[in-house]
């Protein structure tokens, strides 16, 4: 099954859908913010006038979701890596001797 078929099916079989359906199919879009995006020339999804109401090609509708969709996943390997975690911070200001340290400084303990 494809991309296509599964938003015919979401759209109940018919060609075009009224925008505020377009907006849930896609992933809950709100209708004014598909409105605000298509005022500011921002429009997610192009739309067709009928009888002054706005409707939704869903062909338009799966190639949207398409271009959106990762080319591959990456696969997580079967065996997790476990990092140590660092020694917790003690409470306070650091020493002297530990920002040396951190810093790669030489220590200056014999004076």
Request: proline share 9%.
């Amino acid at each position: 099954m494809n991309t296509f078929d599964v938003v015919r099916a979401a759209a109940g079989g018919m060609a075009v859908v009224p925008e505020k359906q377009a907006g849930e199919i896609v992933g809950g879009i709100s209708v004014k913010t598909l409105r605000n995006l298509r005022a500011e020339g921002k429009e997610l999804l192009p739309t067709i006038e009928i009888g002054g109401r706005r409707y939704v090609c869903i062909s338009d509708i799966a190639e949207f979701i398409d271009r959106r969709r990762p080319k591959s996943i990456p696969v997580a390997s079967s065996t997790p890596t476990l990092q140590a975690d660092p020694p917790p911070r003690r409470v306070g200001r650091p020493k002297k001797s530990e920002l040396r340290k951190a810093m790669d400084l030489p220590n200056r303990a014999g004076r």
